[in-house]
């Protein structure tokens, strides 16, 4: 059984910085694809952003330019770098994981931006 574990949330002040992480049970070569979602409070969970086994990667246009995801395979994780966050990037953050038309979900990080 795939597990995905996220860490790395919490509360941080407007234009602060957290890196979210995502280890997998597993090593993540196994995965074609690895992202983040994220679902705010009354709002449906939505696509953040996604990597693949050779590290091309895909944003939602809202996104580009204060996140960044990548892959430590070594340690089998991904991560989230979100840089100068905004009360909107309230959230919790979800990995995913994709292979052979399975989806895997972990069970998210709080991320709360408020001064």
């Known amino acids: 059984q795939v597990q995905l574990v996220e860490s790395g949330g919490g509360l941080v002040q407007p234009g602060g910085s957290l890196r979210l992480s995502c280890a997998a049970s597993?090593?993540?070569?196994?995965?074609?694809?690895m992202g983040w979602y994220r679902q705010a409070p009354g709002k449906e969970r939505e696509f953040v952003a996604i990597?693949?086994?050779?590290?091309?990667?895909n944003y939602a246009d809202s996104m580009k330019g204060r996140f960044t995801i990548s892959r430590d395979n070594a340690k089998n994780t991904v991560h989230l770098q979100v840089d100068n966050l905004k009360p909107e990037d309230t959230a919790v953050y979800y990995c995913?994981?994709?292979?052979?038309?399975?989806?895997?979900w972990g069970q998210g990080t709080q991320v709360t931006v408020s001064s």
């Open positions: 995913n994981a994709q292979k052979y038309g399975s989806q895997y």
């Open positions: 597993e090593s993540i070569f196994k995965f074609n694809v």
């Open positions: 990597i693949t086994t050779l590290g091309n990667t």
